[in-house]
């Protein structure tokens, strides 16, 4: 027999009914009772998995179905699941949101392909009875999703919570498992998910002790044993996730800090499971790059909110400079592309120089500029193979790219990308030798020979 462990998905009935709010403190609660968690986040979001980690202490995960494939979300999810006492997969959206008519890449969609029960949340505030006929009709849109109970946010009273119980039990609909009621302090930590790091702050307080108080209110008002026994299951045979890479005993310096860390954990555990050495580095602190390193990746993060002191780093810039000009594969994303730039432009205009490695400026915008998957393909030979190969992965960036009215014959772009509907290909990213850099934040399981 193996081991029996617990998994469920916290799913929303919409954006912005307080899903992640209930995933932290659900976190956060299982963490206090001694409990092993293994989080995931389905979709694209790096902010989220930033503070699942924060609420719980272990690396959370991206599944998603559009960027990795079945297989892959599959394997990552059972890999990362199985020295672990419980696993929480926190949706994206709304329960049934996803790309086009068939809603791909859903977390319903991602619900069925890990047999996940799933907890759906539920924003009560203004609504009593009317709880029945939502729930019903999310139990009746689609077949093989388990909806094995509700969680209501915003409730007003214990009375209010009485009522919503009382409504589903009548109409013989999912129970309700637990309620969050009213609390300003987790509406200013919903506001500001996905503005801020998870280390960073709000309104001048740090976030951190809203974890203890949500975990708090999840063993006050929620029904922890009765989700954790609903939620039991056999943990699945392994053999089904067994792979192999090329070994490539090289080193790869990753830029690690304040203003670079958004990276899919997948893409370094491939690397670590093709024998890489990830060596951190920091672009705000260190005057030098690692010794001995054979390529570098700089991922996204939030470059513009410390452009004096990334600008002020006048030994790192040059050694990246030289490590470029030398022929060092440098691959870059997002933050990374406005870190490899002439320099970024803030939100008031100011100036601050930057490496100077791609020949363009980055300025920030007053709104965003591009959000959405993205599908690539390379125009010439690069870090992801051969010419013509096609990967996926995802934009999300305030940041608008100037480029010169002179163009530089030495920066060329490396791919073409279109959206996820299949749209017209449209040249993109900068390639200056071995310099590859882009707004696009690939998912390197998109296409495993990337090592």
């Not at 810039?317 to 320099?343: P, Q, V």
Request: proline share 4%; hydrophobic share 40%.
């Amino acid at each position: 027999m193996n081991k029996l462990y617990s998994r469920f998905c916290i799913a929303g009935a919409g954006s912005g009914v307080g899903k992640t709010t209930v995933t932290l403190g659900v976190l956060a609660a299982l963490k206090k009772r001694g409990l092993s968690v293994a989080p995931f986040k389905c979709g694209p979001d790096y902010i989220d998995p930033e503070f699942h980690k924060a609420a719980c202490g272990s690396i959370s995960r991206n599944l998603d179905l559009w960027m990795m494939g079945e297989g892959n979300v599959h394997s990552t999810f059972l890999r990362n699941s199985q020295n672990c006492d419980i696993s929480v997969v926190e949706g994206v959206m709304g329960l049934f949101d996803g790309i086009g008519s068939g809603n791909e890449g859903a977390t319903a969609k991602v619900a069925k392909t890990l047999n996940l029960p799933v907890l759906l949340v539920v924003n009560a505030r203004g609504i009593a009875g009317t709880i029945a006929p939502l729930v019903k009709g999310f139990i009746d849109f689609e077949d093989g999703v388990n909806i094995c109970g509700i969680i209501a946010n915003n409730v007003g009273s214990a009375n209010h919570a009485e009522l919503l119980k009382n409504a589903l039990e009548h109409h013989n609909l999912p129970p309700l498992l637990g309620y969050l009621p009213r609390n300003d302090e987790f509406e200013i930590l919903e506001r500001h998910l996905g503005l801020i790091s998870a280390t960073e702050t709000v309104d001048g307080t740090t976030i951190s002790p809203l974890y203890d108080k949500l975990a708090k209110n999840v063993e006050k008002y929620f029904n922890l044993d009765e989700i954790l026994k609903i939620c039991t299951t056999e943990f699945p045979n392994l053999n089904k996730i067994s792979s192999q890479y090329p070994i490539i005993p090289q080193r790869v310096a990753v830029a690690l800090d304040d203003a670079f860390h958004f990276y899919y954990e997948d893409n370094l555990d491939l690397l670590r499971a093709c024998g890489m050495e990830i060596v951190p580095f920091s672009p705000l602190k260190d005057e030098c790059l690692p010794v001995n390193i054979d390529w570098i990746y700089i991922g996204g993060g939030f470059p513009e909110s410390f452009a004096e002191k990334l600008a002020e780093n006048i030994m790192m810039k040059t050694e990246l400079a030289n490590f470029a000009d030398a022929g060092g594969l440098i691959y870059a994303e997002c933050g990374g592309l406005m870190y490899l730039s002439r320099g970024i432009i803030d939100h008031s205009g100011k100036s601050f120089e930057m490496c100077g490695i791609i020949p363009v400026w980055t300025k920030m915008d007053k709104k965003m500029r591009s959000l959405g998957y993205r599908e690539v393909r390379t125009t010439c030979d690069s870090p992801f193979d051969k010419a013509g190969t096609v990967f996926r992965g995802h934009e999300f960036h305030w940041s608008s790219v100037i480029e010169d009215d002179e163009s530089d014959s030495s920066c060329t772009h490396f791919c073409e990308i279109r959206n996820a509907r299949g749209g017209d290909w449209k040249l993109g990213g900068y390639k200056y030798k071995n310099v590859f850099a882009s707004y696009v934040h690939a998912h390197f399981l998109s296409f495993a020979p990337f090592a």
